[in-house]
């Protein structure tokens, strides 16, 4: 892994004193978590035990989902008769030099990996066309990032990290690292050509409470940063915490976003909810293409409401913060920053189509560009309504430059 440049500038002060101490310049400041994620791949059961069983390899991140942790791990001695196709698609983490045993009932890790690695459903139509999210800049306040990947490093204009344990969290630092090469990863991303921003901040305070006011002063600093900007300026910003309307700070931060929006920068957050219309995404087929609309699945599918809007988000290999480069990563996982990674990034090429484009116009033309998913039995699918087709985006976003 290469070592990064910065940590020799490790910050003195808080984040928001920084901030306030002459603006935020352009450049990498802070640390990238490197060391969580190096410790991280050290932890090993397979070294550690003479007998790992697949219990050992099973870590719990919430009151309810577990994952596999096969990052970087030899399996080869270990016993995955039991391991399902669902769950190897769906609660597991493992990287290319995973080694698996040499046989493993009914899954073929090699085509498994090829089916999920590569470009996000539409994006390469968009870049066909010369769509590719150039000029259009993104802030985003959120967890710790590993900034050294080179999917996405070219793309950071601007990184404030800091000593923050909150913001340390390993399981974020693995979500946000994957959600920028969703965003603007070189090979793997919506927007390759679109700037990056990034502040890091938990978003809670030293007790553990949620803390808005911090957030405030972040986009008080990209307010002012962004005039400072002769290209590429910030049209959104990404808030990757949760806005809890019971925060005493929360009608301040509705006035902030109003006050952004009228200096041409929209705010998304953490659970996108915009012009009447709630933003989730659907999983991927195990072994389908990544390319095919009808890849896609929701297994609780059933009526749809008219408000949710499904965006495809698949389980796909992506960014690693660490010495492997890329890891398969389930959209399970995290399908908040999948969410707002993919809306993001969709939009980031629609302003490239058309600058003028409000964050409500361009949601309505999402909404009318959906499609009915056909019914699959074996993924108990009963045919899915409002599902974004990206074909049928460009389309409309197109129709709509030529009307311009």
Known sequence: MKKVLIM???????????????????????TSAGKKMEEFLEFRPDKRLSNPSLSDYQIKTSQNFY??????????????????LSELANETMFTASTKWPATLPNLDIEQFWEQAWGKPLGAALFHENGITGKGVGIAIIGPQLYVDHPEYKDNLKLFYGSEDPLSQNLFSTLGSGAMLSNLVGKSLGYAPEASIAYIVNSGYDEKGKQDLSSILENMDSLLEYNKTLKKDPIRMILILSDINTQDHAYDTVRTKVEEL??????????MPYFNGHYFTTVAKIPYAPLDDVNSYYFDKAGETPDHVLYLPYANRVLAFPGEETYFYYPSSFDVNYGTISTLAGFYALALQMDPSLTLDEFVEIVADSTITLRPDKEYRVTGLENVIYPSRLYDHLTARMKEN
């Open 8 to 30: 020799s500038l490790l910050l003195t002060l808080c984040l928001s004193g920084c901030f306030s101490e002459g603006g935020l310049k352009p450049g990498i400041h802070g």
């Open 67 to 84: 994952f596999y942790n096969f990052i970087a791990k030899d399996l080869s001695t270990l016993d995955l008769s039991s391991l399902t």
């Open 261 to 270: 929006k009228q200096a041409g920068i929209e705010v998304m957050t953490k």
